[in-house]
């Protein structure tokens, strides 16, 4: 019920927020560049790095300023700024020619040597101390590997697994944004759960990224 | 009888809930025999949660950033309100 109360305070707060950018107010444009750039940031530089995720949001609140009056509040306000953030920054990566292509390579992400011939493991999963996402993020030095593995990832793959896994973005957002057909998608996703399970599976053994 | 191999390879669609009930009960056979599998599908999981988490954690932003944001902002906004209005 708490919850609840809060949930709705913060729609509150939200809603008169959104009235008060519509007017134009400088002071609401100044709380919501405040409150909503870090999670912007983090999206412009997972998808398209740390060297321009800040020119990009820059350029995303221009858009927020002259598109707000469009906004209809279908979606939440952050997910709103989440989507356009996205949206720049894959056009950077266009732009940049890195380019956001199909993958040509449609296996299933597992290591050839996982498996044996008839498809039992070989080399079965290691057991993890680390048991809780919580304890996973917490972990010293686990998140810096994360980030720099996520930028070691394939632009495309990096780009699925940040608007779905960490944005929630539905699948056929997805597709429309990278101009990936359905099954790309999901091919591209596991790949990229599948390397970053790798990855912590690899710091779990080693304690290195 | 599905193999290991073949339950990895569905971790992702079986997590975003894309699977047949047949599926669902044929890879839910396969890990109650299966620990290998167990144990991966807890870890694909808990790998999913975390990156859903981590997401949700901002960037650090200095307060620099946000003055960059706004002295832009009004530049948009001085040129906005200095622009002629149309048919003028």
Not at chain 1, 152 to 170: C, E, F, I, K, T
Request: glycine share 6%.
């Amino acid at each position: 019920m708490g919850r609840g109360m809060a949930d709705g305070r913060a729609f509150e707060e939200e809603a008169a927020l959104i009235v008060a950018l519509k007017a134009g107010d400088r002071s609401a444009f100044e709380r919501a560049v405040v409150r909503y750039s870090p999670k912007m940031i983090a999206t412009a530089r997972a998808i398209a790095g740390p060297a321009v995720a800040e020119d990009i949001v820059q350029d995303a609140w221009l858009t927020v300023f002259k598109q707000i009056e469009r906004f209809e509040g279908r979606a939440s306000l952050a997910t709103w700024l989440s989507r356009i953030v996205a949206n720049r920054a894959i056009s950077h990566l266009r732009a940049h020619a890195r380019e956001v292509s199909p993958s040509q390579d449609q296996s299933d992400g597992a290591d050839a040597d996982a498996f044996d011939r008839t498809g039992s493991w070989a080399v079965p999963p290691t057991q993890w101390n680390l048991d809780s996402p919580d304890a996973l993020l917490e972990a010293e030095g686990l998140r810096d590997c994360i980030e720099q593995h996520l930028l070691l990832m394939p632009d495309n793959q990096r780009s699925v697994l940040v608007l779905r896994d960490m944005h929630g973005a539905p699948f056929e957002e997805i597709c429309n944004d990278l101009g990936l057909s359905a099954s790309n998608v999901r091919v591209l996703l596991h790949r990229a759960r599948m390397g970053l399970l790798k990855m912590i599976d690899h710091f779990e053994v080693s304690g290195e990224c | 009888m599905l193999t290991c191999r073949e339950v990895t390879a569905l971790a992702s669609s079986r997590l975003d809930g894309e699977l047949s009930l047949r599926k669902r009960l044929a890879i839910r056979v396969h890990l109650m025999m299966c620990i290998h599998c167990r144990r991966f599908q807890r870890q694909f999981r808990l790998l999913v949660e975390a990156a859903r988490r981590h997401g949700l954690d901002g960037a650090v932003v200095g307060s620099e950033f946000a003055t960059r944001v706004m002295t832009s902002l009004d530049a948009a906004r001085t040129e906005a309100s200095t622009k002629p209005t149309s048919g003028h």
